[in-house]
């Protein structure tokens, strides 16, 4: 079967620095995407991993090892405005959809 | 203005009732998308579509349906509409080459009495 596994909920202090875990078990791989989703809003793209190692844009970054079926998000210098639900979501397969996890609520408290 | 945009924006109905749901974007994109959201369950698939004769169901079609008008418009109906269908629904577009990621619409807010 397919099956994504992030953490359901996370705390943060405002200015530290937080990694949201995924695992995840597909048939094929195509690359993993992480969103970010604020309540009530949609989901926007925040980064795309498809070869193994760390990609960087900003104050986040994502890591992707393939062999382990493992990827994170890092977040630094946390801001209330990162807030939020980081959805994890694996492409998989030739029809390009995507499997997404549950999802991961982080709370920045000051 | 926006890319992917979704009319209406929040609907309340009644059992029973036909409902369709309005998705049109400006990013030229071939492919297009709708999800439901539910707290608990995350994303999950209804429908998709490559291009205006290639439509696809996803995990959860039942007791819905869609219609892909033009390139730039994807519609999704509920027939008969069940309080189990309420959700957040979200329209998603992507391009047609490689594995990109999705630009999602705003969602609407579908509450079934």
């Known amino acids: 079967g397919q099956n994504i596994d992030q953490p359901t909920e996370m705390t943060a202090t405002e200015g530290a620095i937080v990694q949201i875990n995924c695992t995840y078990q597909?048939?094929?791989?195509?690359?993993l995407f992480w969103y970010q989703q604020h309540a009530g809003e949609a989901p926007t793209f925040l980064s795309y991993?498809?070869l193994d190692g760390l990609e960087e844009k900003g104050r986040f970054s994502s890591f992707l090892s393939r062999s382990k079926g493992y990827s994170y998000l890092l977040l630094k210098e946390l801001q209330m405005k990162d807030s939020a639900s980081y959805l994890c979501?694996?492409?998989?397969?030739?029809?390009?959809?995507?499997?997404w996890g549950l999802g991961t609520s982080l709370a920045v408290n000051p | 203005d926006a890319d992917v945009t979704q009319t209406p924006r929040n609907r309340i109905t009644k059992t029973g009732k036909r409902i369709m749901l309005e998705c049109s974007q400006t990013?030229?994109?071939?492919?297009m998308y709708w999800y439901r959201q539910d707290p608990g369950l995350g994303l999950r698939l209804i429908y998709y579509?490559?291009?205006?004769?290639?439509?696809n169901k996803g995990e959860i079609s039942d007791g819905y349906s869609v219609s892909r008008q033009a390139q730039a418009k994807f519609s999704l109906s509920l027939e008969s509409a069940i309080p189990n269908q309420t959700a957040l629904y979200f329209c998603?577009?992507?391009?047609?080459?490689?594995?990109?990621?999705?630009?999602f619409g705003p969602g609407t807010r579908l509450t079934v009495l």
């Open positions: 597909t048939s094929g791989f195509n690359g």
């Open positions: 579509s490559f291009d205006v004769k290639d439509i």
């Open positions: 979501a694996v492409c998989a397969g030739n029809n390009r959809k995507l499997i």
């Open positions: 998603a577009t992507a391009q047609g080459v490689g594995y990109n990621e999705q630009f």
């Open positions: 991993n498809v």
């Open positions: 990013k030229g994109h071939d492919r």
